[in-house]
């Protein structure tokens, strides 16, 4: 059954580094790369991580998620 968290969840939103669209974050992703010569969290909705937008300094793997 629904629980309280996954209502909060929904209520959550991110802006996406990549479109700047406001997203839930259940639809975005945190990919890791590399602002100011630091390690920096860029959140994606999960669109643009899919068509291929990356953070600068990105080393990591991302697999596609469902939309
Ligand atoms: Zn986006």
């Known amino acids: ?10 209520a959550l939103v991110v802006s996406c580094a990549a479109c700047k669209k ?12 590399i602002e100011d010569g ?7 909705c999960v669109p643009c991580a899919n068509g291929g937008w990356r953070p600068p300094g990105f080393a990591g793997i991302y697999n596609p998620r469902p939309v």
């Open 1 to 10: 059954m629904p629980s309280e968290k996954a209502k909060e969840n929904k």
């Open 22 to 33: 406001s997203v839930p974050t259940e639809s975005a992703v945190a990919l890791t790369g």
């Open 38 to 44: 630091r390690r920096h969290q860029f959140v994606v």
